[in-house]
């Protein structure tokens, strides 16, 4: 009998090893090996090239876009740099509700780690070029406040060597006023009318390459590979016990619950965890204070941008632009649509959704789990009946995605 009972307890022994050992491919299905595995960052392309901007993956571009990144001369008052707002440290954030340059911005501040892999910029993607997007802010009454003259002679005083190198020689800029913009105010504008076509064009050109110089120091924002990344390589390889001293019971049970029940991936999806489209969600507004119909207004505007895809300032010479094209046929359908943000990054940093409506992670999930109403439009998102321990792991599923990035250091700082 006792021998009986110790080759039986042998036998249980050597079923669980079984069982354990087979963990990965039987606890996850060849299908969500393969979703985990589009979601790692080894699936992530190399940058697609940007043909609209010529000097993209120009080193000598990166350098130069990097200092002006921090450069604070770049202003109206000479204290607001791009690093004001998009701090290195808080995974290019800045922890508040509204961005603060000259004034405060309408929405929350958010990160550009991998935006260069972004079609759309902006939470209502008002921008479609890293480049253009970065021409946005200089200008703004809110942000660095300055204008475009102003910026021109700025490049000839302090980086005429480097802009001459990568664009050719600037222009004169000898009678040009020193504050004209065609988007500043009244005082600004007028000078701006002042000037002929041409004129306007080549200040309007500096402008745009300033842009293109900050873009190519932005490509080299780039995430790093976290735990979750660590995770499949494990679950890949079959490793269930690398696998399982990588993640705890709790974060693969919330990494089940992204990628199943709660369908998280249905838009944080591919390595960056966006679809880098537009979604309405149903964040709840402030009705007086924010009337805020995101892609809606935001597909008017781009189409308003002068440095738009088909502009002339683009270095595409075939600027066929077909996803603005398509954009302009469906802009109506996004009332309340904001872009999916990436869920790669070096830290969560609070405040979160477009309007900072929500202070952490829990209530974020909660909302998930609640689906309310849209303010505007019709929300995508469906109650998800989740218990409160799910929510945990679903929780501790996303703390798992941080991680240093895979940016050289150098870059970080000023
Ligand atoms: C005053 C704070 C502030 C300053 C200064 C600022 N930004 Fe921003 N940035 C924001 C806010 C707020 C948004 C989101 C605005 C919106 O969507 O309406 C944003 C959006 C962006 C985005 C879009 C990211 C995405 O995924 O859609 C990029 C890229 C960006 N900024 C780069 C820059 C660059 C480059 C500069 C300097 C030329 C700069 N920002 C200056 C606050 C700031
Ligand atoms: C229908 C598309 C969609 C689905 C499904 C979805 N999200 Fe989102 N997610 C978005 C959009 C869009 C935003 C930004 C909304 C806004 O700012 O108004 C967002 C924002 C977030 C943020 C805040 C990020 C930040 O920087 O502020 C987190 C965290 C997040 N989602 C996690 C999740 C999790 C976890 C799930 C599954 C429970 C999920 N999302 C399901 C589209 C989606």
Not at 78 to 107: K, M, W, Y
Not at 347 to 364: I, K, S
Request: glycine letters at 6%; one cysteine or more; aromatic letters at 10%.
């Amino acid at each position: 009998m006792k021998k009986f009972l110790g080759i039986l307890g042998l036998l249980l022994l050597a079923a669980i090893a079984v069982v354990g050992v087979n963990m990965p491919s039987s606890f996850w299905s060849p299908d969500e090996i393969n979703l985990l595995r589009s979601l790692s960052l080894h699936s992530l392309p190399p940058l697609p090239p940007d043909k609209s901007n010529r000097v993209a993956d120009d080193p000598r571009a990166a350098v130069l876009g990097h200092k002006l990144f921090f450069d604070a001369r770049l202003s109206k008052d000479g204290i607001v740099s791009c690093a004001s707002c998009h701090i290195p440290e808080l995974n290019f954030q800045d922890a508040r509700a509204h961005g603060r340059g000259i004034a405060e911005t309408r929405r929350r501040t958010p990160s550009l780690v991998g935006s260069a892999y972004f079609s759309w910029f902006f939470w209502d993607g008002r921008r479609d070029s890293q480049w253009s997007q970065a021409l946005s802010p200089l200008e703004h009454a809110d942000e660095h406040g300055g204008s475009r003259t102003q910026y021109a002679r700025l490049m000839e005083t302090f980086y005429r060597e480097e802009y001459t190198a990568l664009f050719g020689a600037l222009p004169n800029l000898q009678n040009v006023p020193a504050h004209a913009s065609p988007v500043g105010d009244a005082n600004a504008r007028a000078a701006w009318d002042k000037l002929t076509n041409v004129e306007q064009q080549t200040i309007s050109r500096v402008y745009a390459n300033m842009g293109k110089a900050i873009a190519a120091y932005e490509r080299r924002i780039l995430p790093g590979a976290s735990r979750f990344d660590e995770y499949v390589d494990a679950v890949t390889r079959g490793d269930s016990q690398r696998a399982n001293e990588i993640f705890s019971a709790d974060e693969i049970a919330g990494l089940k619950l992204f990628i199943g029940k709660a369908n998280c991936v249905k838009c944080h999806n591919t390595p960056l965890f966006s679809d880098d489209a537009f979604h309405n969600t149903g964040v709840p507004q402030h009705a007086e204070t924010e009337n805020d119909l995101g892609r809606a207004e935001g597909a008017v505007e781009n189409f308003a941008d002068e440095f738009k895809c088909w502009s002339e300032f683009s270095d595409d010479e075939k600027r066929d632009c077909p996803h603005l094209r398509y954009m302009q046929a469906r802009a109506g359908e996004s009332i309340g649509a904001f872009k999916t943000p990436s869920l790669r990054k070096t830290q969560y940093v609070a405040p979160f959704m477009h309007n900072a409506w929500y202070t952490n992670l829990r209530e974020v999930l909660e909302h998930y789990n609640r689906a309310p109403a849209a303010p505007y439009g019709q929300t995508e998102l469906e109650p998800l009946h989740l218990h409160a321990a799910e929510l945990r792991q679903l929780e501790a599923f996303l703390l798992t995605l941080p991680a240093p990035l895979e940016t050289a250091p150098h870059l970080l700082a000023p």
